[in-house]
Nanobody, 116 residues
């Protein structure tokens, strides 16, 4: 059974930084890509950033600037470095692991709150 776990969310002041982590346990034959999404109450979940198994990255158009996705193959983990955070980036951040030819897995989310 595959489990995806996010961590690193916290309360931070505007302009601050956080590093979110996402790791999985269990067996996956081949990973297609990892994705970070975020969601605020009453709104649809939106894609933040994506990294493929080959290391290629894509950021959503609505999300630019201080977010950088990276991966660590040895640890089966991905990270989202968030710099210069703004209050509008307050959300629950979810990790989505997409194996090749199989259903995707979601984590439970980690809360990021940007406030004075």
């Amino acid at each position: 059974q595959v489990q995806v776990v996010e961590s690193g969310g916290d309360l931070v002041q505007p302009g601050g930084s956080l590093r979110l982590s996402c790791a999985f346990s269990g067996t996956i034959f081949r990973i297609y890509d990892w994705r970070w999404y975020r969601q605020t109450p009453g709104k649809q979940r939106e894609l933040v950033s994506r990294i493929t198994s080959g290391g290629g990255t894509t950021d959503a158009d609505a999300v630019k600037g201080g977010l950088t996705i990276s991966g660590d193959d040895d640890k089966n983990a991905v990270f989202l470095q968030m710099n210069d955070l703004k209050p509008e980036e307050t959300a629950m951040y979810y990790c989505n692991l997409r194996p090749t030819g199989a259903v995707a897995y979601w984590g439970q989310g980690t809360q990021v709150t940007v406030s004075v």
